[in-house]
């Protein structure tokens, strides 16, 4: 196999695990309430970012041996034609993944700080937590539970 054939495969494995994240992403988004089925989706996604990382660097290496020393954007115009139809596609698709996976993680992020928001909030409820007011009475002492919620 030469560099370059490893080069693509490397650009298609990270294509590959990419879209693994994503649909676990999905199915942490749909199981979001589901706290144990979030930590097993969890660490599914760690054991595939890890093997993510490991194909990323080669990738860097084999880059580093392909372009010698040029920027993606130098070299890009400087592969055949043949070259170009097989890394094109490889490298949008790299970076759609990569924006897609973005977007979804920023999405889940949003809905678990809302979840667990909800649970401080049921928490409190339920607890009769004795939190301080927002507003204290001048020359005096704070009555002992606020009525409002500061975490909602």
């Known amino acids: 196999m030469t560099v370059w054939d490893e080069f693509v495969a490397v650009l298609a494995e990270e294509n590959t695990l990419l879209e693994e994240l994503i649909a676990l992403g999905t199915a942490k988004q749909q199981q979001i309430n589901d706290a144990p089925e979030v930590a ?7 054991r595939i970012l890890e093997r993510l990382e490991a194909a990323d660097r080669r990738r860097a290496e ?3 041996v392909v ?3 040029k920027r993606l954007e130098d070299w890009l115009p400087t592969l055949s034609a043949e070259q170009t139809a097989v890394a094109e596609p490889l490298l949008i698709k790299l970076a ?5 996976l973005q977007a979804l993680n920023d999405l889940n ?16 409820l339920l607890t009769g937590d004795e939190a301080a007011p927002t507003y204290t009475r001048p020359k005096g002492t704070a009555p002992g539970r606020s009525f409002f919620d500061r975490k909602v």
């Open 109 to 124: 992020q949003q809905l678990l700080t809302q979840a667990l928001s909800y649970v401080n909030y049921s928490l409190n």
């Open 96 to 100: 759609q993944n990569l924006a897609e």
């Open 62 to 64: 084999l880059f580093d």
């Open 67 to 69: 372009a010698v020393g």
């Open 40 to 46: 097993r989706i969890a660490e599914a996604e760690q």
